[in-house]
């Protein structure tokens, strides 16, 4: 169905291939895993499939792609979205269209179709993605999960062989995810589909590929094979997975179901010998009051009388589906939002009281778009300004981006990272100012698991020298990790706040792998089952 013939692609301003001599074949009705740290490769890679490269990025493209007996060299983008369906990172970008069933007819009114064909394919799209009752929602209405698969169905309708997915879980709740992967299976058992997915979080879809494919990072190469041996090999592996290698459990478990089935042993060895709770990390005075806010927008409430107080020193995470608030109040914190009522404090102040640069000493937000706080044409250029608007020290801001995101030249143009470069630079900037509390929305997007330790290393730093974190995330093995606290919104009210353990052990929604395997143990992470292990033997 796909054939790579020794495709490398170089771009202009590189100064290595993105990808080199890759040969690789895709058989029809498999779903396929690109797996590959941030900036590997991987979106080259998916992207020469319909061939956005390089009719669209530029670049010089050696060998050939053949998809479904067509080479992308002689057909652009337009011209294969009848074999290709190609699904961005952000479904919302690519909505042309303001309701559900317009926006599935749009491809294929861009093809020309007869209105008759049009309308029975609409018709069993909406069937097979279960969003006959969203027929005519506004598309802006729409959670992320049911956004994501009228992504896909505005895909599917022009009848494609082959379906190409960037990040499609990376801004979803656990729910959500679980309702796009089980689509995505779906149509590959079904239908038959050739289904290709890059993401970083493995632990959501590693169990369902039935090939992986690992781009390491060495000059652009790649490395085929089942998702049992490439999790071997692969430097970027899920709790699960890690959990199994360190316990040297055989076959390689890569679900909770295959995990748990090997853990009878280490499960009674770790609660025989009592092994404690991670203790709680020391935390200091308060730092933000939240008291009774509510927000709205055009009248709908996001936030229902929250009371909320953080803490310097402490991790705080705000959990909770697509909806639910968390973003809202995270920006009713900086004072992004007007307030119905209520009110928020900063330190004793309201954040829309002060001056920005005063603002940004006492907290600083980092959006789910990081790209909107970043206005210079350089890497260097980002930083240099940071530097300026903190009053900080020549290069600091560098230094921090460097630590998060090493190898970036300075040269590089914003647009031009990867969404975990971005990310990074972002946070480089935000952090600049030293803020006292710092709000993250979405912090892991599009970071691998090799980030996403940086991260966490900068999280815990910044925690140890007093500063107050929030953290507004989907991402359950982020909060195992780092967070101290878990306040879980619904329906813009707080239902459960507590330590990390006792909320998230208790939550089959967000619980971390580890947790799950070992349930009803307080383990969350496989540091805290090693170290348990250690204090046991």
């Not at 206005?375 to 801001?397: F, H, I, L, N």
């Not at 969404?419 to 600049?432: K, P, T, Y």
């Not at 992470?525 to 250690?534: I, K, W, Y």
């Amino acid at each position: 169905m796909i054939r790579f013939e020794r495709v490398s692609v170089t771009y202009a301003s590189a100064g290595k291939p993105a990808l080199s001599d890759v040969t690789l074949d895709i058989d029809e009705g498999e779903l396929v895993l690109v797996v590959g740290r941030t900036g590997s490769g991987k979106s080259t890679l998916l992207r020469t499939i319909n061939g956005l490269v390089p009719h669209f990025s530029g670049g010089t493209l050696q060998g050939r792609v053949v998809v479904d007996g067509r080479d992308t060299r002689l057909f652009r983008p337009r011209d294969l979205a009848d074999a290709v369906g190609f699904v961005g990172q952000d479904p919302l970008a690519g909505f042309v269209t303001d309701r559900v069933e317009d926006e599935l007819a749009y491809g294929m009114e861009s093809l020309s179709l007869p209105p008759q064909v049009m309308r029975k394919r609409v018709e069993e799209t909406l069937d097979v993605l279960g969003l006959a009752d969203l027929r005519q929602r506004a598309l802006a209405d729409l959670s992320g999960g049911q956004r994501q698969r009228v992504a896909i169905g505005s895909v599917l309708t022009m009848h494609p062989r082959v379906l190409v997915l960037d990040e499609p879980t990376s801004a979803l709740d656990p729910q959500a995810s679980e309702e796009v992967l089980a689509t995505l299976q779906r149509l590959v058992h079904d239908l038959g589909l050739t289904v290709v997915i890059a993401e970083h979080r493995l632990e959501r879809v590693v169990q369902y590929a039935d090939r992986v494919v690992y781009l390491p990072g060495a000059g652009g190469r790649v490395v085929s094979g089942t998702p049992r041996d490439m999790m071997r090999v692969s430097e970027l592996t899920p709790p699960v997975v890690e959990l199994g290698l360190w316990a040297g459990w055989a076959p390689l478990p890569l679900s909770v179901r295959e995990a748990r089935r090997a853990a009878g042993g280490l499960r009674a060895r770790l609660t025989e010998n009592g092994s404690p709770r991670k203790p709680a990390s020391d935390v200091g005075t308060a730092c933000t009051r939240v008291e009774e806010l509510v927000v709205s927008y055009s009248g709908v409430p996001a936030l229902r009388g929250v009371d909320l107080v953080t803490r310097h020193g402490q991790v705080t995470a705000l959990m909770g589906r697509n909806g639910a608030g968390k973003s809202s109040l995270l920006a009713a914190m900086v004072g992004l939002v007007p307030v119905s009522s209520g009110r928020v404090e900063v330190e004793g102040i309201a954040p829309n009281s002060v001056r920005p640069a005063e603002l940004m000493r006492r907290v600083g937000l980092v959006p789910q778009e990081p790209a909107d706080l970043l206005y210079a044409d350089t890497v260097s250029g980002e930083c240099e300004q940071a530097d300026r608007d903190a009053g900080a020290a020549s290069g600091s801001c560098r230094h921090l981006f460097s630590a998060l995101a090493p190898g970036v030249p300075d040269e590089v143009h914003p647009r031009d990272l990867s969404e975990g470069q971005r990310l990074s630079l972002v946070l480089a900037v935000v952090m600049n100012s030293g803020p006292a509390q710092l709000l993250l929305d979405e912090p892991t997007r599009g970071l691998d698991y090799t980030a996403k330790r940086r991260l966490v290393t900068a999280i815990r730093a910044l925690a140890s020298t007093g500063h107050a974190i929030v953290l507004a995330t989907h991402d359950v093995e982020l909060v195992a990790e780092v967070a101290d606290r878990v306040v879980v919104l619904a329906d813009g009210e707080v239902v459960a706040d507590g330590p990390t353990a006792e909320v998230v052990v208790a939550s089959p929604a967000f619980a971390p792998q580890v947790a799950k395997v070992l349930a009803p143990g307080p383990w969350l992470t496989v540091a805290d089952v090693v170290t348990a292990a250690g204090a046991a033997s």
